[in-house]
């Protein structure tokens, strides 16, 4: 993804023309958090401006281009950090007045299932998720699994979905390596269990 100074134009939100300062910018830590079945290790360990941009002045959200902008002036940044779920969820609720590009929905809906699942899973906040959570995430998972032929990552995001019985439908029918046979008998047996929870892989 190229980068390319931003003009005010690209700060211009598309709903109320409201042209504002700063541009809403992702901070990643580099992850020590391990290698997750949802590969959450895989998110950049550095800034990226939001795809996805909130504007202060209508509270909606707006989609900047995909090309990627950065500004000269670091106080023109509105840093987010880390990529909280809170601060995608938004966004995400607004996916219908998007022209989603393949590349752009991909990395949207991967931030927000890693946001999510920091959140009610990795953080020990012992925070549940709502209905209204549980049913973003479904949809957000049963999209991501356009995004992938690999039956293992495939069956994960059914198993994470809560389809328990379409992943064991996937699982079945995969033909894995070795190394992937331990993770792909993890999968089976959590789906199993009926347990949605991502996993370490060791
Ligand atoms: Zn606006």
Redesign the pocket.
């Known amino acids: 993804m190229g980068l390319r100074l931003s003009t005010k134009e690209d700060l211009k939100?598309?709903?109320?023309?409201?042209v504002k300062e700063r541009l809403d910018l992702y901070c990643y830590f580099a992850w020590n958090g391990g290698q997750w079945s949802d590969r959450r290790e895989l998110a950049p360990n550095q800034a990226v401006p939001a795809l996805v941009q909130y504007?202060p002045?209508?509270?909606?959200f707006?989609y900047i281009d995909a090309e990627g902008v950065y500004m000269t002036d670091v106080n023109d940044y509105n840093w987010i950090e880390p990529v909280e779920y809170e601060a995608i969820l938004p966004s995400i609720r607004e996916y219908d007045h998007f022209d989603w590009e393949p590349v752009i929905e991909y990395n949207q809906r991967c931030l927000l299932l890693w946001a999510y699942n920091d959140k009610f899973y990795r953080n020990p906040s012992g925070e549940k998720p709502t209905e209204f959570d549980l049913r973003v995430a479904k949809w957000n998972l049963l999209n991501l699994t356009k995004f992938y032929e690999d039956p293992v990552m495939i069956a994960e995001l059914l198993r994470e979905a809560g389809m328990f019985e379409e992943c064991l439908e996937v699982a079945s029918k995969a033909e894995v390596s070795e190394e992937q046979n331990s993770i792909l008998n993890k999968i089976i047996r959590l789906a199993q269990e009926q347990d949605n929870r991502p996993f370490m892989i060791e």
Request: aromatic share 16%.
């Open positions: 939100c598309k709903h109320c023309g409201f504007c002045n209508c509270h909606r707006y």
